[in-house]
């Protein structure tokens, strides 16, 4: 289990993933669907 060293290093942006490799690198991917709020189902 993972440990939080530093808080608020980045700023996070919206649909975007955050990860560290295995360098110790902090990295950002973009999120295959993520990020936008679903949309309310009208009747």
């Known amino acids: 289990m993972g440990r939080i060293v530093v808080h608020k290093v980045i700023k996070r942006r919206p649909g975007h993933l955050y990860y560290v490799d295995g360098a110790g690198n902090v990295c950002e991917a973009v999120m ?4 936008k709020k ?3 189902k009208r009747r």
């Open 32 to 35: 295959a669907r993520g990020g």
């Open 38 to 40: 679903k949309k309310k």
